[in-house]
Every structure is written in structure tokens, then in C-alpha cells.
């Protein structure tokens, strides 16, 4: 194996590190350490708020340490209390499996599951979980931890005012177990995880010293926030998610693109692996032409690479091009059909039967009559004479051309732009 190399030294500069107990650095420094991250499988994809840990665990297994996935096929029954203001609704054990199968595929886009010795591993705590029962946890496990103890912690203390049901309550418990049981069987020395989960991972270092008499290290990474206070992870249509059947892949490059400066100098740090000297030295070439984007364009570029693939990140940026750019007629082609309408979200969308396109229809009557792009045909003649119709990225100008079945990229769609800003979306069917 190779050498080790400072996992620790690489979070500080990226500024991933919020917490850490002492020791755990020099642990990290010594040997080849195994160690986790729980993930929640209550959707079926995983979102941009997961990325951060899962950055966490690449940085890891690059280090030359083994990762480790937990998902809490048990544990997402229960609820984790810890950054909820409410009791959340709980999920049945074939959905729980069915998402658990779905993240799996997503995971193996960050990590390496066969690299020898520190191979990735994922594990689910409802295989320790089922056959346990709750007598024998609570005789085996609960006497070790004071409800003192689970109390006076500030995930707890926060719902105490509006209320915390005892399945709740026992999250923490849970899943120090889950640590313990990961200790015992795996040999992992280490939990890692989001700074709201410091108060649960304590509680499995101190499962630990006291069911095992061993050592265990804790380590949290800041939450992610966004400089204008809105929340990391969310538009104004919902959750960016990883799955491109839930967000396109252009709305996620987008998503990307849309950083201020001031978050895409942090994001880019801590969602790539570009090294220091790489991110210094695109940072002050942004800083000569700060409109040219360069921070966000790599940014966006990289994340939706390692999360979509190349050909996906090409279509996000020619679709981009097209709408915001200099996108040509050949662009235009390239595109998806299969993501035009995830695609151009936000454009307005006209059908139209494809009949009426066989036997050929005036660009008046489809403009101003089958679609109301335009108010009326002289308002589309206005715009011809003007020089600012244009179909497929091709310049319209005759208000009295025909337009039929040959029009159609990819036997599907028509994209017109009214205007410099004005875009509408034909779809055949």
C-alpha cells in the first residue's frame, strides 16, 4: 500500500474541519485507519447537501485510509433528531431497501470499492439491528449511557421546548451503537460527519471506552451555507438532488454556475479535488476578469463530471451556450431529447401534433395562431422585419415561410427565440 499521506493537513486548507478529538490526527498519521459516515436512506438519491461527506470520505480513501458508508437501514426507521425542529415521517423496510439499492449506484461515482486494502466498504446498520431485541439492548447497551448524558446534548435540548418523542430520544444511543458494533466487527477507529452529529458520535467514542475499553476518535466538518443566508442544497424548485431523473443534469451544473464569488471560492475547495496551487492560481485569474466566471465554470464543470459524466456536463454547457450564449444551429442538435423539457425548465413549452407539420404550416398561423408566442401576425411580421425571429438558432426571414416536419431536431422539438431573451419550446407529438 502506498504511503500514507496528512488527511488532516488536506481538510484544514480546503476548510472542512469544524471539530476534532485530540488524538485523532496523530491516529490518522500512524496506520492505515478505518472510518465512517452515516448516511440517511430516507430518498432513493442521494442530494449536494450529501457531497460535502462524501468529499470527506474521497479525501479519506486518497489519503490511503479505508471508507466506510453506513447507511441507516435500521436507523431511518427512527429519525434523527439532530437539525430538526419536528418528528419526521418514517419509512417501511421495502422502500428503505429499494433506496438503500439506489444510493449504492451513486456512492460508487466517489469511491473506489476495489483498490485492495483500503477497498471502500458500505454497510447497512439494519443487518446488526433486526434480530436485536429490545430488552437485550437495552440490558447490553442502554445501561451504559445516563439520561443525563443524552439530555445535555444540544440536539436534544433544542426540541425539548416543542417536544421529543423517546423514539427520537434514543437516535443517539442507536447509533453509538452503531459505532461500537463498527468498532468490534470492522475495526474502524474513527466516525466522521456534519458538525450538528458531534453530540451522537461522542456518544459511540464513549460506548466504546466503556462496553470495549477502547479508544475511538471523533471528526465534524462545518455545515454548508451560503454567503447570502439562503440554504446550501435548495432553489427556488426544491432540493438539487444527484439523481438526473429528479435534477437534470443541466439545472445541476447550473446550480453550480449560479455561485457567487464569494461561495465558489469555498465550494471549490471543498467539492473538488483540485489541488491548492491549481485553485490559488485560477483565483487570481478570476480576479482579473471576475464576469468571465472562470471560479464557477471549472466548479461546475468538476462536480458535474464526477456526478453525471462528461457527456452530460457537454450538453449542460452547449444548452447553457444556447439560452445564455452563442449557441449555434449545430449545438442546437446535440442536445438530449430525452432531457429537453428538464432541460428548459422555465422556457415556456407549446405541442403540437406532428400531422399538422407533414403537410406543412405557415410560420404565422404556428407563431400566432396554434401557439400564442406571438399576439398576432403582425406583431410576427414586426419581429421578421426587425431581424429577431429565429428558429433552431437560424434567423426567420420571410413572415410567410412554411415550416414542417423537416423543422423538428430529433423528430421532436422546435426552439424559438423571440427577441435577444426570449426563448419557447415546440414539442411534436
Known sequence: MADLKNFIAELRWRGMIHDMMPGAEEKLAKEMTSGYIGFDPTSDSLHVGNLFQLMILKNFQLAGHKPMVLVGGATGMIGDPSGKSAERNLLDQATLEHNVKSQQKQLEKFLDYDCGANSAETVNNYDWFKNYNALDFLRDVGKHITVNYMMAKDSVQKRLETGISFTEFSYQLIQGYDFYWLYKNKNCRIQMGGSDQWGNIVTGTELIRRMAGGEAYALTSPLVTKADGTKFGKTESGTVWLDASKTSPYKFYQYWLNATDEDAAKYIRVFTLMTKEEIEA????????????????ALAKDVTIRVHGIEAVESAIETSDILFGKGTAESLKKLSPDNLSSDFEGVPQF????????????????LAVNTTIFPSKGELRKMVQNNGLSINKEK???????????????????????????YYLILAE
Not at 282 to 296: C, D, G, K, S, Y
Not at 351 to 366: F, M, P, R, T
Open 282 to 297: 485560477m483565483e487570481a485569474e478570476h480576479a482579473q476578469a471576475p464576469h468571465l466566471r472562470i471560479l464557477q465554470k
Open 351 to 366: 405541442v403540437i401534433s406532428k400531422s399538422e407539420l407533414e403537410a406543412g404550416i405557415n410560420v404565422g398561423d404556428l
Open 396 to 422: 426567420i426571414t420571410d413572415g410567410g415561410m412554411m415550416i414542417d416536419i423537416t423543422h423538428l431536431i430529433s423528430d421532436r422539438f422546435m426552439l424559438v427565440q423571440k427577441g435577444k431573451k426570449d
